[in-house]
C-alpha cells in the first residue's frame, strides 16, 4: 500500500498496531457486522497524476470555455475581469487548506480577511453591517425572507415578478420548507398583503432593467414589513447602493467579485443588513476585539445566533459557506478600488448601451423595455432564439438566455468589461443575418 | 509592515491596484441622476501593497499545509495539489451553467460519473451533486422526507429524531423543514440507547438522522435493529456523512439500511475547507426516495444532461452545485479507486486508535473500546485541578499544532474530539501525543501556563465577550467631500 | 452567602418577594458563576404574562444560551433596563443591580413550592461537589 497521501509505511503501521494491541487492521473494525464489512465497489481502477492530468485535460477540453468563445450570456453568471493578484493570494496554503476559524489565535488571517471582505461589502452596498457570506445569491434571498418572518413575526413573502425566476424558485423552496406563504407581486400593482413580512425586489431587475426603488422601500415600510433588496454587485460601482434607497437586508451574489463562473459554482451569497438586526443575522460574524495583552485582534463573534450553539433554535442551519470566494471579493474590491470598480461598472454601462443601440437598429429586431439598464437587456428577435443561438455558437460566440417562455421570442443579452467592440460588432453583424426577411 | 493595520490605514487618494483598458465604443448617455450614486467609498492601494498585506495575512494563518489539524467529524486530510491545477483548467473554470448543453458535454460527464461513484460509494441508486455544502444536503434529505411522507398521504410525521451526539446543524436543519425534534438519548457505550429509540420512534416521525460512526467516533453495532425498527414503523433512516472517512471502500450506506446519506466533498474526498468553505454536500438517495432529487445529469444515447427528477422537491440553489469542487472530488475518486478509498478508511481508524491507546492513561477515555477514525477524550480528569479542554486546546497552539475539536459532543463533559485522517504519519502523531503527555504533566505541575496560554502564537486569547458587547463588525470610509 | 429573604428555583432563579404581591428576580450567583461573561439579556416585555416554572427569556454568554424561567405566575410590570444595556451586571452583582424582572404574582402561594436560602444553600453545595468527582 502505497500513496503520496498515505505517509506511513508497513513498518509504522506494524509498530501502531503492536502498540493498539491488536494483529490486523481488520480487527478494528469488529463492531461493523461481518456480513457488511467487506463491501464490493465497482469504480474505475486507480490512475497516476500524471495519467488523470491528461485525462481531465482532454475532458475539459470537450467543453466550449469563455476564454476561446465570447460570452454575451448572464442571468446571475457573469464574466468579468479578475486581477491575477486575486488567485495569487487564494492559492496560499495558508488561506485555502485552513478551516473555519474556530481557533482564533492560528487563524488572524483568515478572520482580519473576513473583517475587511465585511467592511467591504458594507461600503459597496451602503448597509451597516455584513456577515461572512452564505452559499449563492438565492439562498442568501431565500435566508433574508425567513429572517424577516422572524423579525415580523408574521408568515408571508412578498416577491416581484421581476425577480431572477431561479431565485424565485429558491426562496420557494425556502418558505415553503418552513410553512411559511409566498405571494407574488406584479410590477406595477398597487395590493400587498399586510400580513407579508417582507418585499423582496431585485435591482437591476432579472431583465437588466433599473426600478423605482424608493417606491418599493415606501411600499414595504408602509405595511411594517421590510424590503430586502437583490442587488448586482458590479453595477453599485455606479449606481445607488440598497442602503441609500431604504433596504432592510440587502443580499447579492458574489461571484462577479473576483471569482471564475465555474459552470455555477461555486458562488458567494452576500448578505447585509441593518444593525439593529444583527442579532436575527444568519451565518458567521466576524468582529474587531483585543487580546490579553491589549492587541488587536479579530474573533468570529455573536455566535449565538449559529447552529452550533442554538441548535434548533438557530435562525439557519448553515455552517460550511464560501469563505474562499470571500477572500476573493475582498481582493478584487480592494484591488479595483474606489476609481476601478466605478470604471468596470461604467464599461460594462457604456458598451452594452452601444450593443443594445446597435441591435434595436437591425430589422427584425427591438429593445423590449424602454427603462434605464445596466449591463443586460431584453431583445425580440425575428426568429427562435434557439435557433440564432446555434448559428452563433458555430462563430465561437455564446448568445444570450433564451426567455422565450416568458417573453415571446426573446433572449436576455449581458455585455461586459470583457467584451471588445470588435466582438460586439461581429455580434451585431450576425444577428442582422436573420432579420434581413 | 506586517499585518497591524487595515485597508483603510494603507488607502491614499490616486493610488490603483489594477489597470483597466479604455472605452471603446461611444458612451451612451448616463441614466437619471437618482438612479446613481453620489460616492463609492472604497479603499485606493496599489497592488504592491496589496500583495505584501494579504501576503502578511496569511502567514498569521494555520492550514493543513502547515500542520497536524485532527478536528473531529471535519476530517481535515491533506488536499493533493494537482486537483488545484485541473479544476483551473480553462474548460471546467470558465464555462457558464446556462451554455448549450452540448458544448459543454465534458463537464456533464464529469458530473454524471461523479454521481455514479458516490452512489456505488454509498450503495445507493442515485445522487444529486446540488447541495452546496453538508448544511445544505442535510436540509435537501429532509426536504426529500417531507415530501415522500406527503406524497403517501401521511400528514402525521411532524417529527424528526436526532441522536443526543448529533451536529447543531442536525437539529437545525429540520427545524428549516418545519419539523419538531425528537432527541434519542446515548446509553453507557456511545451507542443508541434501544429503550430510548422504542419510546420515542412512532407513527409521528418522519425519520431518524443517525451520522454512522457517531460523533464519538464509534459504530454502532445496532445499526440493523435500529434501521429495521425506524422502518417497522414507517419512518425513513438518513445518514449524515461526516464521518465517512471510517469505512470509505469498506461499508456501504445502503447495505446498512439507510435511505439517505449526506456526504461532504470537503472532508472525506480530500477538497480543501478554504477557511469556512467551499464545501459540497451532495445526497445519495435509494429507489424510494430517488424521485424526490433535485436536479441531476441523466446520460441518454451517449448524450448527458440535466433533468429534475419526477417529484423533486425543486430548486434549493441557483445553479448545479459546486462544480469547482466537484472536479476535486472527482480527481481523488479516480487517483484511489475501490482499493485506494478502502486504503484511506484503514489508515484512519488504524491512526485514531493508535492515539488512543497512547493517550488514555493521561485523559479520561469515556468509551473504552475500539474507535474508528476519530477519538473523543474528555479533559475532566483535569478540569477537577482546574484545567479546562480550552486550556489544553490553547497550550497546543503553543507546540505548533491545531487543537481537536473542543466541547463536542455535548454528551461529553470537556469534551476533546480527535480525528487524525489517514493522511498523518506516526511521526507527527507521536509529536501530538507528546505534547499531550507535557500538557498533562503541566496540569498537574504548572497549570498556570496553561491558564495563560497560548504564548508563541501571532496573537493570544482573545476578549470574546468584549466583542459581543462592543461589536465593531467593520470599519467605515466617508468620503472627504462631505464636510 | 445566598440572601435570607430570598426564594430559589431549582433552574438557579431567585425572587425577592415584595409587599402588595409583587417581588423582583433575576438569576442566583451559582447560575451567573455557570454561564460566564453574560452578554445579552433577552427579557420580557412589560404586560407580558409569565408561568412558573416555564420560560420567560433568554440569558446568553459569549458561547452559550439558557432559558431563564419565571420562579411564578404573573404578569411583568419591569424590566431592568440597566442590565439590558449592561448585561456584565447580572455576574458582578446578581442579587442587586443584576436583577432582571418585576413581576406581579397572580398566585402568591406559588412561593412555597420554592427553596428558601438555607435549602438552595444545601442544593448548590451538593452541585459544586457533584462537579468535581
Not at chain 1, 92 to 112: D, M
Not at chain 2, 113 to 123: D, M, N, S, V
Not at chain 2, 373 to 388: D, I, L, M, P, T
Not at chain 2, 468 to 481: A, F, G
Request: glycine fraction near 8%.
Amino acid at each position: 500500500m502505497s500513496s503520496p497521501y498515505l505517509p506511513n509505511t508497513d513498518t509504522d503501521r506494524r509498530a501502531m498496531l503492536q502498540d493498539i494491541g491488536v494483529s490486523s487492521a481488520e480487527e478494528l473494525f469488529q463492531d461493523v457486522p461481518e456480513k457488511f464489512r467487506h463491501a464490493r465497489f465497482k469504480l474505475p481502477p486507480p490512475l497516476s497524476e500524471l495519467e488523470l492530468k491528461e485525462e481531465l485535460r482532454q475532458l475539459s477540453n470537450r467543453n466550449a470555455n469563455l476564454d476561446d468563445y465570447t460570452c454575451f450570456l448572464g442571468a446571475g453568471s457573469y464574466r468579468h475581469f479578475i486581477p491575477s493578484i486575486v488567485e495569487h493570494i487564494t492559492s496560499r496554503g495558508e488561506f485555502y487548506t485552513a478551516y473555519t476559524p474556530y481557533q482564533a489565535e492560528v487563524s488572524q488571517g483568515t478572520l482580519q480577511a473576513v473583517y475587511e471582505y465585511q467592511s467591504l461589502v458594507c461600503q459597496l452596498t451602503g448597509m451597516e453591517v455584513s456577515n461572512a457570506g452564505m452559499y449563492d445569491g438565492s439562498t442568501a434571498a431565500a435566508e433574508a425572507a425567513i429572517m424577516a418572518c422572524i423579525i415580523k413575526k408574521r408568515n408571508k413573502v412578498a416577491v416581484l415578478t421581476t425577480v431572477n425566476p431561479t431565485y424565485r424558485e429558491v426562496i420557494d423552496t425556502y418558505v415553503k420548507g418552513r410553512n411559511l406563504s409566498l405571494e407574488t407581486v406584479e410590477l406595477n400593482s398597487s395590493h400587498l398583503s399586510s400580513d407579508c413580512a417582507c418585499l423582496i425586489v431585485q435591482q437591476p431587475n432579472f431583465f437588466g432593467c433599473l426600478e423605482d426603488m424608493e417606491a418599493y422601500a415606501q411600499k414595504a415600510h408602509n405595511i411594517g414589513a421590510l424590503l430586502i433588496a437583490i442587488v448586482d454587485p458590479i453595477s453599485l460601482g455606479m449606481f445607488k447602493p440598497p442602503g441609500d434607497y431604504g433596504a432592510d437586508i440587502a443580499v447579492a451574489d458574489g461571484q462577479a467579485l473576483g471569482n471564475p463562473i465555474s459552470f455555477g459554482g461555486p458562488a458567494l451569497g452576500i448578505f447585509a443588513c441593518r444593525k439593529e438586526y444583527v442579532r436575527q443575522m444568519p451565518g458567521r460574524i466576524v468582529g474587531k476585539t483585543v487580546d490579553v495583552e491589549g492587541k488587536p485582534g479579530y474573533v468570529m463573534t455573536l455566535v449565538t445566533r449559529e447552529q452550533y450553539i442554538r441548535r434548533e433554535r438557530a435562525t439557519s442551519n448553515i455552517c460550511t459557506s464560501e469563505a474562499l470566494m470571500a477572500l476573493a471579493a475582498a481582493v478584487y474590491l480592494a484591488t479595483l478600488g474606489k476609481k476601478g470598480l466605478k470604471q468596470v461598472a461604467e464599461l460594462c454601462y457604456h458598451k452594452a448601451h452601444y450593443a443594445a443601440e446597435a441591435i434595436g437598429k437591425l430589422k427584425g429586431y427591438s429593445i423590449v423595455f424602454k427603462q434605464p439598464f445596466f449591463k443586460e437587456f431584453v431583445v425580440r428577435c425575428p426568429i427562435a432564439p434557439p435557433q440564432i443561438n446555434q448559428a452563433l455558437f458555430k462563430e465561437r460566440i455564446i448568445g444570450g438566455l433564451d426567455i422565450s417562455h416568458m417573453i415571446d421570442n426573446s433572449m436576455l443579452l449581458c455585455v461586459t468589461e470583457m467584451n471588445s467592440k470588435q466582438e460586439i460588432d461581429k455580434l451585431v453583424k450576425i444577428l442582422g443575418t436573420y432579420g434581413e426577411d | 509592515m506586517g499585518h497591524h493595520y487595515l485597508l483603510p490605514d494603507i488607502s491614499q487618494p490616486g493610488k490603483i491596484g489594477c489597470s483597466l483598458p479604455p472605452l471603446d465604443v461611444t458612451p451612451a448617455e448616463l441614466p437619471p441622476k437618482e438612479l446613481l450614486r453620489q460616492e463609492l467609498e472604497l479603499p485606493e492601494v496599489s497592488e504592491v501593497e496589496l500583495m505584501r498585506y494579504f501576503t502578511a495575512l496569511s502567514k498569521l494563518n494555520y492550514g493543513v499545509d502547515t500542520g497536524f489539524y485532527p478536528l473531529g467529524s471535519c476530517t481535515m486530510k491533506y488536499n493533493p495539489k494537482w486537483h488545484e491545477d485541473v479544476a483551473k483548467l480553462p474548460g471546467f473554470a470558465s464555462i457558464h451553467p446556462y451554455q448549450l448543453e452540448e458544448s459543454v458535454q465534458g463537464a456533464l460527464q464529469l458530473m454524471f460519473e461523479l454521481q455514479e461513484y458516490l452512489a456505488e460509494i454509498t450503495g445507493m441508486n442515485a445522487t444529486s451533486l446540488v447541495p452546496i455544502a453538508g448544511a445544505h444536503g442535510e436540509l435537501t434529505g429532509l426536504l426529500m422526507v417531507k415530501a415522500y411522507h406527503q406524497d403517501r398521504g401521511d400528514k402525521a410525521r411532524r417529527k424528526i429524531l436526532v441522536p443526543d451526539s448529533a451536529h447543531g446543524t442536525n437539529p437545525a436543519s429540520a427545524v428549516m423543514c418545519g419539523f419538531e425534534i425528537g432527541v434519542v438519548a446515548s446509553d453507557n457505550e456511545g451507542n443508541v440507547d434501544m429503550k430510548s429509540l422504542e419510546s420515542v420512534m412512532n407513527e409521528e416521525v418522519a425519520a431518524l438522522t443517525l451520522t454512522m460512526p457517531t460523533t464519538l467516533g464509534l459504530f454502532d453495532p445496532q445499526i440493523v435493529e435500529i434501521s429495521q425498527l425506524v422502518h417497522e414503523r414507517g419512518g425513513l433512516l438518513g445518514a449524515d456523512g461526516a464521518n465517512l472517512n471510517a469505512f470509505l471502500g469498506r461499508v456501504k450506506f445502503g447495505e446498512l439500511g439507510y435511505d439517505y446519506v449526506q456526504l461532504n466533498l470537503h472532508k472525506t474526498f480530500s477538497t480543501p475547507h478554504g477557511g469556512g468553505g467551499p464545501g459540497s454536500g451532495p445526497v445519495c438517495a435509494k429507489e424510494n426516495l430517488s424521485d424526490f432529487l433535485p436536479p441531476l445529469v441523466t446520460k441518454n444515447n451517449g448524450k448527458y444532461e440535466f433533468i429534475s427528477p419526477a417529484k423533486s422537491i425543486g430548486r434549493i440553489a441557483n445553479f448545479y452545485g459546486n462544480f469547482g469542487v466537484m472536479v476535486k472530488a472527482y480527481a481523488y475518486i479516480r487517483s484511489l479507486g475501490a482499493e485506494g478509498l478502502r486504503e484511506v478508511s484503514e489508515n484512519a481508524v488504524i491512526n485514531a486508535n493508535y492515539l488512543k491507546e497512547k493517550l488514555k492513561a493521561y485523559y479520561y477515555l469515556p468509551y473504552d473500546r475500539t474507535c474508528m477514525h476519530e477519538v473523543v477524550f474528555s479533559g475532566k480528569q483535569q478540569k477537577a485541578k482546574g484545567v479546562h479542554t480550552i486550556d489544553i486546546a490553547k497550550r497546543l497552539l503553543d507546540y505548533g499544532l491545531h487543537p481537536p475539536t473542543v466541547y463536542f459532543p455535548l454528551i461529553v463533559d470537556e469534551a476533546m474530539m480527535t480525528e487524525p485522517t489517514e493522511t498523518e504519519s506516526k511521526q507527527t502523531l507521536d509529536a501530538y501525543i507528546d505534547a499531550m503527555k507535557e500538557i498533562a504533566r503541566d496540569a498537574d505541575e504548572n497549570p498556570e501556563i496553561l491558564h495563560t496560554a497560548p504564548h508563541n502564537t501571532p496573537i493570544r486569547r482573545l476578549d470574546e465577550a468584549r466583542a459581543v458587547r462592543n461589536p465593531d463588525l467593520r470599519w467605515e470610509m466617508r468620503s472627504q467631500n462631505l464636510e | 452567602m445566598n440572601p435570607k429573604e430570598y426564594k430559589y428555583t431549582q433552574e438557579h432563579e431567585w425572587i425577592c418577594p415584595e409587599s402588595g404581591n409583587k417581588g423582583k428576580t433575576g438569576l442566583t450567583n451559582y447560575a451567573q458563576s455557570q454561564l460566564g461573561d453574560i452578554v445579552f439579556l433577552d427579557l420580557p416585555a412589560p404586560g407580558t404574562q409569565v408561568e412558573q416554572f416555564k420560560k420567560m427569556g433568554e440569558v446568553e454568554s459569549v458561547k452559550a444560551v439558557s432559558d431563564i424561567l419565571a420562579p411564578v405566575s404573573g404578569q411583568v410590570l419591569e424590566v431592568n433596563q440597566t442590565a439590558i444595556d449592561k448585561p456584565q451586571l447580572v455576574n458582578e452583582d446578581p442579587y442587586g443591580d443584576g436583577w432582571l424582572v418585576r413581576l406581579e404574582l397572580s398566585k402568591p402561594s406559588e412561593l412555597d413550592a420554592l427553596m428558601d436560602s438555607d435549602k438552595y444553600d444545601a442544593f448548590v453545595a451538593e452541585l459544586e461537589e457533584e462537579g468535581s468527582e
